[in-house]
């Protein structure tokens, strides 16, 4: 497993939700841990140098680290964090937006940047009402691994690697889904 990790995350929730979390999203400089951490928590723990200790990040986003790559808009975002997907901070988000929205649901597919592991997550509510999340993992090898950019058929072989992935991931998303309504961990 290599150190980044990606996460795709999609918020479905109620307009109001939608624009409260765009409005959030919006005042975070990507790439920063810090402004990420200080948007969604009101008492974060810093540095003399204004960095986030690891402890905290640990107690509180999952991973030593965590910061926003890039908005998509309509309440969808990338992160990366440190190994694995911050599913403290998931957590924290379904608890603090489904206080506008008690329907609301996210979705995360992430990756490692060595595809070990690609995966999916799904937090919402269970078939009894309780907030739940499932996660579902896999790993992949990337065939291109051992060729070289300009061998004939690594431009093929890299699109056809994506392609897996990505409906690798929906299947593990569409198993987070079913799982989470009968064997949802409670958040």
Not at 64 to 71: F, G, P
Not at 167 to 182: A, G, I, P
Request: net charge negative; hydrophobic share 30%; glycine share 4%.
């Amino acid at each position: 497993m290599a150190n980044y990790l990606k996460c795709v995350v999609e918020v479905h929730g109620n307009e109001e939700t939608i624009k409260k979390l765009d409005e959030m999203l919006s005042t975070v400089k990507n790439g920063d841990v810090t402004s990420f951490a200080q948007t969604f928590y009101d008492q974060v723990d810093v540095t003399e140098n204004d960095g986030v200790l690891n402890t905290w990040s640990i107690d509180n986003l999952g991973p030593k680290w965590t910061y926003l790559e890039d908005i998509i808009g309509d309440g969808n975002f990338i992160t990366i964090s440190a190994w694995y997907p911050p599913t403290k901070f998931f957590t924290h988000l379904y608890k603090m937006l489904s206080e506008t929205d008690p329907d609301l649901f996210i979705e995360v597919e992430y990756e490692d940047e060595s595809y070990d592991p690609i995966g999916a997550l799904v937090i919402k509510k269970d078939k009894d009402g309780t907030p739940c999340m499932w996660q579902e993992e896999d790993e992949m090898e990337d065939p291109t691994a051992e060729m070289d950019w300009d061998d004939e058929d690594y431009d093929e072989t890299q699109e056809n690697f994506m392609e897996s992935i990505y409906e690798r991931q929906q299947e593990l998303k569409r198993e987070c889904h079913d799982l989470v309504e009968t064997d949802g961990e409670p958040i």
